[in-house]
């Protein structure tokens, strides 16, 4: 693999949800029936993870036995409410993360202590 530069700028939230599904997985590699909480702030914007994964196949990944990870879960960003839907592919030689792609779903406002 050839590195090439970013096609596009990377969302600063987009970079806490991508860094927040590989922390979750280094830390539980097996899955667990726990959520994950975690918390990240960029331009004085607090964002709040609740982030659930677990493994789902094995596979080639270019050329590499690798493990797939579902991640699916809420992100809060001040009073608006994102679902996560990630996938993540992990190198099972090195545990390095091969792939890691997440989605945020807008879902609106969000009411105070809900």
């Known amino acids: 693999m050839i590195w090439q530069p970013l096609e596009r700028d990377v969302d600063p939230r987009d970079?806490?949800?991508?860094?927040?599904?590989?922390?979750?997985?280094?830390?539980?590699?097996?899955?667990h029936r726990e959520t994950i909480w975690q918390e990240g702030t960029y331009g004085g914007r607090m964002l709040r993870l609740r982030l659930h994964h677990a493994p789902r196949q094995t596979l080639a990944y270019q050329g590499r036995a690798a493990l797939l990870y579902a991640v699916s879960g809420e992100?809060?960003?001040?009073?608006?409410?994102?679902?996560?839907?990630?996938?993540?592919?992990?190198?099972?030689?090195t545990r390095a993360f091969l792939n890691v792609a997440c989605r945020l779903i807008p879902l609106g406002p969000v009411e105070p202590g809900n």
């Not at 970079?15 to 899955?31: C, E, H, K, L, N």
């Not at 960003?77 to 992990?90: D, F, K, P, T, V």
């Open 75 to 93: 992100v809060l960003e001040g009073l608006e409410g994102y679902r996560c839907e990630a996938s993540a592919i992990l190198d099972l030689k």
């Open 15 to 31: 970079m806490i949800v991508s860094r927040a599904v590989r922390t979750g997985i280094a830390r539980y590699p097996d899955g």
